[in-house]
């Protein structure tokens, strides 16, 4: 069975539970985000991801990429040039962008949509223009106008693609350490000079030209990550001059083999300056933050399409008999979908994949609120909550694409471990969305060690408003206890935090992993609390979509019942402190 | 830096925990293991896994096996034919096998440890000679005399090989519905018709002859598992005739890439039947059971490679600095090995493997003295904890194995996910061992379905004594209580299961991954215990490996601070029982 778009659920989140449908169109600028419009884009863009991405992901892993070291050219998988090119022309790579550089300047959020389709079609292929997102966003915020006229067009069109030129070969995490040099020259320009490694769509054969943003550092800059800056260096100059960045060749990795990883050589490239000299790294943060969010999309991409096949599998393998007694005495065996331990591993993937989506798309939308909308209040109180759960979306979702991936796996079997089956591709793909855009150990460091406290932990302190703001509105709404149980968790484990972790980094830094997941466990009990709500209204209202209904009531009770209690040994562990990750020696390790 | 075997913490476990020194010599027939004979077998394997098999870890996995249709034959990759020549002539293959028959009559904890090396070093190298055990028991527990004489001496030599063919396109874990036929024949033997997938070693090219044990259906045969019988199916037959068993291709896996799964045709195939007619499925446990304990082991090392591997790199790699504030100001930045969240990584890799460790060397000695103690009561007291411990260590060590390696991948960042290091290999090769020789799910349902009720539950009453005799011996044991709270929380599991699981066998099935873990945790945190406990006495008595010990004092506080506590949420997961499971109609998933 092959991939297809998970429309209704996505509109049940879009409009029932988040009433996006509302939202969206209220902005200023987004007026024609109407229903009807968001579901016509919805559904164009599933018939891409199924008809047209999905059957390249297996061909494109077989395949790869190709380097030839003769031309410095890399040559995509069979099929991606022509899928990028309908990707783009159908308007994709626009989608959000603003109007006046050619961009249909419709909501975030349906950008978020998209991408989720995209990667559970085929995450190699949906990287390259996902990048170039990035690239534009630190343009229209940090480039001179010259700049984005050059540049922003087809950027925005898909004619041409950006990169994020940010890790070197002795640093990622730590970007204060990095080595490439941008020497001012005469005519305005910079030379720039380094090497940058997994550069992802570094060099390929999608789109006209490729445009760089290279973090280097000026001649007089600074120690650390204060020196840096942003260079925009394009691989062919406006005259048609080949410029001198160069890839060097390619990564070889686990997975995402259809993505071009590359190694970039910058040769003097001619580059110009984004932004103000040093201040880099803030431009950097753009591209960072939307990326990040984007990241957490393609875990979820991936656990739907590894739930989907490994839901196939378990609907027609038959082996052995209902513990219950044979269920289809006529037949040899009964489906193994009758077994506990099998739905156990099937709804975790539901449970997760449902209520990640609900998370995701409210973050998305509350950036679509922080970027649009009117009173400065609002914006601010969404950007709060953008702040906060960015990273929680990018681990969460990252972590639980894998783990839903590897219980697709698992419930398949042997058949799962054989590349007969398109499930262990998904482990390997997703495996990388954990670490890419900033590790998920390093999303949790900056959930507490940024956004919790940031101006007196307002965004922190808001959420649980919101929190507990539903439970008084809704003193019936199902499972409620369990989210006041697990909320009542989070805030002993914030308070401990506030604490411990201030005057102490290294407590913030031991409890940073586990609180971020007792805080994504949290947030998205509180939004299967909201779906059953809304569940129940729909069937006390007669919807014939019953068992849609019914299936979020049940879900939601897996939920709480089995996922849920990992809050519990979270706490504990959180509480437990440092001392026992900090006293071993590295001699004793 | 290449894979060192763990031999000192192999000769703590061995000696000064479990005192396997004192154990198994006193074992008639074991007269000859002493310490200085294992201590220098010890360190004969650690040399050939270090130096032989280790360097051709990478390369097997790129090259892979090659099938070549004209010939129907397998070639294993470069340098495997004389890595596993000198493993056989160097006695690996012997070991634990019958001097009668050529064997070297030591001890199975031999086999043990020397399977975690092995595995460390090459798991794909390291099946081949691993299925051949399953072959020697089997034959030895059901094979008539000729049969014996014939196969057992070259097998156990290692100039043949054995196999075990089980699984057929539409049935794995339900063995009941397999097709393969045997027809008796004038002489005495049958034709043996059929098709069996995943045969490791089906064909190959580092032995003279290849042995299938292959489960098949007597004309006659009554339906499902109790109409199943086992035949013996050579290769060649001994005078050299080619017999009509033949290898139609090999499956295309995520990992294990140089261990040749085959397809394996039986086509009226000459062959002898192993045991009673329609008992088959009997002499296959026998097979079962031990490659069960064998590949727990494979899941610790791989969890052992993984952890070496990932422990370098963090003492190296230098990225931001200390929470603490810089630890070498004088260097550019300090090793990542300073970071709590780093640490977090390596500790759970370090207790897991090294509790893990314990738990299934335990598990081994407890297999000698059940095949060899003279006293009948010794050998069933024994033969209680290897029937309940042995569904643990295969899960719980090949979970484990994945998850470390995980754990090792991910605090590598980008670098883990290339093929420049090894550890990405290792999570594809680990991902296998969660599902052969029966999934890890069905290691549960083993557990709560046949282990813990069998005998008026003898077993788990026996290690529940164990525990607490444990405790009234050592009241002063380090983290005592952590010990008495997971044990209280099992104990309150298995009364529920016995509650609930007897009368409604779909709450056993609910319960059973869940309590397997809650059992696992618990019985490491009793070796952990008893680990501190030993070191302790060892320090305390003035050993001058200061760092050694220390390191099991910390890391035992590791593990009961931050692993332990998952026993909280998996007793709160199992008393939630089947409802949010069963519930759900299989249309709503």
Redesign the interface.
């Known amino acids: 069975m092959s991939y297809q778009a998970p429309l209704r659920d996505m509109q049940f989140v879009l409009y029932e539970l988040l009433n996006g449908d509302q939202i969206l169109p209220a902005l200023p600028g987004c007026e024609d985000a109407t229903r009807e419009i968001m579901d016509a884009m919805l559904t164009e863009g599933a018939k891409l991801a199924e008809n047209v991405m999905a059957p390249l992901n297996t061909s494109g892993d077989r395949e790869g990429c190709q380097y030839d070291p003769e031309t410095k050219s890399v040559k995509t998988p069979t099929g991606f040039k022509e899928a990028y090119k309908q990707f783009s022309e159908n308007g994709w790579t626009a989608l959000a962008a603003p109007v006046e550089y050619g961009g249909q300047g419709l909501p975030h959020t349906l950008n978020t949509l998209a991408e989720e389709m995209v990667c559970s079609a085929n995450l190699s292929l949906g990287m390259y223009p996902g990048l170039t997102h990035g690239a534009v966003n630190a343009l229209i915020s940090y480039g001179s106008d010259e700049l984005k006229e050059t540049y922003l067009p087809k950027l925005i069109s898909g004619e041409w693609s950006g990169t994020m030129c940010l ?1 070197e070969p ?5 970007l204060g ?1 990095i080595r490439t040099k941008a020497d001012p020259q005469a005519d305005g320009s910079y030379a720039v000079s380094g090497t940058k ?2 550069i992802t769509g570094g060099e390929q054969d999608l789109t006209d030209n490729i445009i760089h943003l290279v973090l280097a550092k000026l001649p007089d800059a600074p120690g650390g990550s204060k020196g840096i800056s942003l260079f925009i260096v394009p691989k062919f100059l406006t005259d048609g001059t080949r410029n001198t960045a160069f890839c060097g060749g390619l ?5 995402i083999k259809g993505s071009a990883t590359c190694v970039m050589n910058f040769e003097g490239a001619k580059g110009w300056l984004v932004g103000e000299p040093h201040k880099g790294l803030q431009a950097m943060f753009v591209m960072m933050n939307s990326a990040r969010l984007m990241v957490g999309l393609q875990g979820l991409g991936i656990a739907e399409a590894a739930y989907q096949t490994s ?1 196939g599998f378990a ?1 027609d393998r ?3 008999r ?3 007694g044979p269920q289809e005495p006529d037949q ?2 009964d ?1 193994i ?1 009758v ?9 975790r993937q ?1 449970a997760t994949i449902e209520g990640g989506r609900a998370l995701a798309y409210f973050t998305s939308l509350q950036l679509d609120v922080a970027h649009k909308a009117e009173s400065a209040e609002e914006r601010e109180q969404a950007d709060d909550m953008v702040q906060l759960l960015t990273p929680i979306v990018k681990a969460f979702l990252t972590d639980e694409g ?1 783990f839903c991936a ?1 219980d697709g ?3 398949m ?2 058949n ?5 089956w398109p499930i ?1 591709q998904y ?2 793909d997703s ?2 969305t ?3 855009e900033g ?3 390093i999303q ?2 900056d959930l507490v060690g940024r956004k919790l406290g940031h101006a007196g932990g307002r965004a922190v302190k808001r959420f649980f408003a919101m929190l507990e703001q539903y439970g008084k509105d809704n003193p019936d709404a199902p499972h409620l206890d369990d989210v006041k149980g697990a909320v009542a968790r989070l805030q002993k484990a914030t308070m401990w935090l506030m604490q411990n972790g201030m005057t102490d ?2 407590q ?3 409890a ?2 586990p609180y971020l997941r007792l805080f994504a466990l949290t947030a998205v009990a509180y939004f299967w609390s909201r779906m059953a709500l809304t569940a129940q209204h729909a069937l006390n209202e007669g919807s014939t979509e019953v ?2 209904y ?2 979020k009531l ?2 939601a ?2 939920y ?3 996922l849920l ?5 979270l706490l ?2 959180i509480e ?14």
Chains 1, 2 share one sequence.
């Open positions: 890790t002795h640093c990622g995490t730590d350490l490694i997994w990564e070889h990795k686990m997975g839901l609907k038959r082996q052995s209902s513990l219950a040899s065996a489906c979908i077994h506990p331990d099998v739905r156990r591993m099937l709804l539901k894998f590897n796996l698992q419930l079997g042997g799962g471990f054989t590349q007969d262990e482990v390997r495996r990388i954990r670490i890419y590790t998920n150990g949790a460091l980094r290294e913030a830094g031991a940073a992993t068992d849609f019914q299936a049940h879900t009770h897996f709480m019942a089995k209690p990992q809050t519990e040994s504990t562990e437990a402190g440092k001392d026992s990750l900090m006293e071993i020696t590295v001699a004793q390790l």
